[in-house]
């Protein structure tokens, strides 16, 4: 089971962390990554924002988020978050988390706004 939360409505240039709790599954071991779900778009046409590895070295990034976007973990509380800085009104959207196959949370939605 996947429990995103912390999304929110922001201005531009706003910040938000997303945090996503895991249970049922060996959390230390599994490739977390975050998705951005457009508004209007079918889950299946969601983006990957971010991913990190069960260690957490060499994260990934998509080029549109990549130095205002953090991916981190906390395995010994089965938690990965999402810092989002310097948001833009493209972030806006329903950020889920995966961890491989059809595991996904609820999701959180993220509105950037002026």
């Known amino acids: 089971r996947l429990v995103e939360a912390g999304g929110g409505y922001v201005q531009p240039g706003g910040s938000l962390r997303l945090s996503c709790v895991g249970s049922g599954f060996t959390f230390r071991d599994a490739c977390m990554k975050w998705f951005r779900q457009p508004p209007g778009a079918d889950r299946e046409d969601s983006e990957l924002?971010?991913?990190?590895?069960?260690?957490?070295?060499?994260?990934f990034y998509d080029y549109s988020v990549k130095g205002r976007f953090t991916i981190s973990r906390d395995n010994a509380k089965s938690t990965v978050y999402l810092q989002m800085n310097n948001l833009k009104l493209e972030d806006t959207g329903k950020y889920l988390c995966?961890?491989?196959?059809?595991?996904w949370g609820q999701g959180t939605q993220v509105t950037v706004s002026s």
């Open positions: 924002v971010a991913a990190i590895s069960g260690t957490g070295e060499n994260p």
């Open positions: 995966n961890f491989g196959g059809d595991n």
